[in-house]
């Protein structure tokens, strides 16, 4: 099964600043089939990114997604208060679809 | 619209079973995969197995295989998921998600959390 690495681990950032995250895969992703989800507390996931770089319905244009291959980057512009929280990676172009241990944004 | 709507939290003592549901609504039911996630406390999403429930077919996770089982009722556009042999480490939310072909997790339930304790 693909292994996804997300790094940092946690990343302590001011509201306003820009977030960079990344998501490293053990084998290439599958028609570049790799998404990113947002975790709030006590939430369920909420899917931003699909396909490596398409926003999800109503995800604001302050979240981008690039990469492929193996190596994706989850990009917020400007951090907005509600934006501190849990990001995951997932690829799912390959069986079974497997998850990246998550980042936390946190507010510095 | 699109909902996952999941039954109530649980608790179960080790070795016992549980049985979570989640009713879809806003599309049709035998279109889309429903997919099983867990989320242990302050850990991250954990693939289960998914289900079609277009024909019944489901796929496992290994980690998984033995002690979970996919099941849908058509007529209720109702997918089931049920773990056997809890044990404490099995003290989760579970969650359901919507996966039609090509496409990721969009659609989620709101989670299910199973306490399992003597």
């Known amino acids: 099964e693909i292994v996804l690495t997300q790094s940092p681990g946690t990343l302590s950032l001011s509201p306003g600043e820009r977030a960079t995250l990344s998501c490293r895969a053990s084998?290439?992703?599958?028609?570049?089939?790799l998404a990113w989800y947002q975790q709030r507390p006590d939430q369920a996931p909420r899917l931003l990114i699909s396909?490596?770089?398409s926003r999800a319905t109503g995800i604001p244009d302050r979240f981008s997604g690039s990469g492929s291959g193996t190596d994706f980057t989850l990009t917020i512009s400007r951090l907005e208060p509600e934006d501190f929280a849990v990001y995951y990676c997932?690829?799912?172009?390959?069986?079974?679809?497997?998850f990246g241990q998550g980042t936390k944004v946190e507010i510095k | 619209q699109v909902q996952l709507v999941q039954s109530g939290a649980e608790v179960k003592k080790p070795g016992a079973s549980v049985r979570v549901s989640c009713k879809a609504s806003?599309?049709?039911?035998?279109?889309?995969?429903i997919h099983w996630v867990r989320q242990a406390p302050g850990q991250g999403l954990e693939w289960m197995g998914w289900?079609?429930?277009?024909?019944?077919?489901?796929r496992y996770s290994q980690k998984f295989q033995g002690r979970v089982t996919l099941t849908r009722d058509t007529s209720a556009s109702t997918g089931y998921m049920e773990l056997s042999s809890l044990r404490s480490e099995d003290t989760a939310v579970f969650y359901c998600?919507?996966?039609?072909?090509?496409?990721?997790?969009?659609?989620w339930g709101q989670g299910t959390l199973v306490t399992v304790s003597s």
């Open positions: 806003g599309y049709t039911f035998t279109k889309c995969a």
């Open positions: 396909g490596a770089s």
């Open positions: 997932q690829q799912y172009g390959s069986s079974p679809c497997t």
């Open positions: 289900i079609n429930p277009g024909n019944g077919n489901t």
């Open positions: 084998q290439t992703v599958s028609s570049n089939y």
């Open positions: 998600a919507r996966v039609c072909f090509g496409e990721p997790m969009e659609y």
